[in-house]
């Protein structure tokens, strides 16, 4: 269990809040096996209805800790598991997202049905500006959801989305002002409780789909990424972003 990961429940609905806004909420292997048991406690209770993912402070998520993240296999095994456990979770996900979403802070939410956003809110999947490939099943999900040419602008030059292109492109529901975006969210959140459960779960996995392809990107994906992390790409991409100066690749 993580100190930076608080669970509430209240009426049906779990929510899972990031809670380590002086470092803009990024994640750590124990916040991955947290926000992973936690999403595993929720599927496994009929009486739980909804779960609703928000980040304190003011950013939703930076992504992971690249510190951390960089300590050992660790952090890309708890990452993974998450990953694998959003994707297969079956029961209706709500986001609330304010400032900051980055890398997996997005990819997420491509797996929310329900995402509500403060004007702030921006979105970035830097991967390739890395030195690696995108995860969580967002080089399948990001086009479907974005169209094609919206996904590379995020995912090939890694530029940043704002509330509104995100409100227009599909990536979120609403639009929510800041002071009234977690009561928003927990307002829907109870809403989907309320529904009737079997034709609300049944109606999900139909505009899911078959989920065989997404399974199959996500290890592809992840087999690529644990390949690029050891590439001189990343290492150099790295060794920049801790030095904070900018990155040199190597062509041929």
């Given at each position: 269990?993580?100190?930076?990961?608080?669970?509430?429940e209240?009426?049906g609905?779990?929510?899972?809040?990031?809670?380590?806004?002086?470092?803009?909420?990024?994640?750590?292997?124990?916040?991955?096996?947290?926000?992973t048991?936690?999403?595993?406690?929720?599927?496994?209770?009929?009486e739980?209805?909804?779960?609703?993912?928000?980040?304190?402070?003011?950013?939703?998520?930076?992504?992971?800790?690249?510190?951390d993240?960089?300590?050992?296999?660790?952090?890309?095994?708890?990452?993974?598991?998450?990953?694998?456990a959003?994707?297969?979770?079956?029961?209706?996900?709500?986001?609330?997202?304010?400032?900051?979403?980055?890398?997996?802070?997005?990819?997420?939410?491509?797996?929310?049905?329900?995402?509500?956003?403060?004007?702030?809110?921006?979105?970035?999947?830097?991967?390739?500006?890395?030195?690696?490939?995108?995860?969580?099943?967002?080089?399948?999900?990001?086009?479907?959801?974005?169209?094609?040419?919206k996904?590379?602008?995020?995912?090939?030059l890694?530029?940043?989305?704002?509330?509104?292109?995100?409100?227009?492109?599909?990536?979120?529901?609403?639009?929510?002002?800041?002071?009234?975006?977690?009561?928003?969210?927990?307002?829907?959140?109870a809403?989907?409780?309320a529904?009737?459960?079997?034709?609300?779960?049944?109606?999900?996995?139909?505009?899911?789909?078959?989920?065989?392809?997404?399974?199959?990107?996500?290890?592809?994906?992840?087999?690529l990424?644990?390949?690029?992390?050891a590439?001189?790409e990343?290492?150099?991409?790295?060794?920049?972003?801790?030095?904070?100066?900018?990155?040199?690749?190597?062509?041929?």
């Open positions: 269990m993580s100190e930076h990961i608080a669970i509430i209240d009426k609905v779990i929510e899972i809040h990031i809670d380590r806004p002086d470092k803009k909420n990024a994640l750590t292997a124990a916040m991955y096996r947290t926000m048991a936690a999403l595993a406690d929720a599927s496994a209770r009929a739980i209805g909804a779960v609703l993912i928000a980040g304190r402070g003011d950013a939703f998520c930076a992504g992971n800790d690249l510190k993240f960089m300590a050992g296999p660790e952090g890309g095994a708890a990452a993974f598991a998450f990953i694998q959003i994707a297969a979770f079956d029961k209706p996900l709500v986001a609330a997202v304010q400032g900051q979403a980055v890398g997996v802070g997005t990819t997420m939410l491509l797996h929310c049905d329900l995402i509500y956003a403060a004007p702030d809110a921006r979105f970035v999947m830097p991967f390739v500006n890395l030195g690696l490939v995108p995860e969580a099943g967002s080089s399948l999900l990001a086009p479907a959801t974005l169209g094609h040419a996904a590379a602008a995020m995912l090939l890694g530029e940043p989305m704002d509330a509104d292109s995100a409100d227009s492109a599909g990536l979120v529901t609403a639009i929510v002002p800041a002071d009234g975006l977690l009561d928003h969210a927990r307002a829907k959140a809403a989907l409780v529904k009737p459960p079997q034709a609300l779960a049944t109606t999900r996995r139909l505009m899911k789909g078959d989920p065989a392809a997404l399974v199959a990107r996500i290890e592809e994906e992840a087999r990424f644990r390949e690029t992390l590439s001189p990343a290492q150099e991409a790295f060794a920049a972003f801790f030095e904070k100066r900018a990155p040199v690749f190597r062509r041929g």
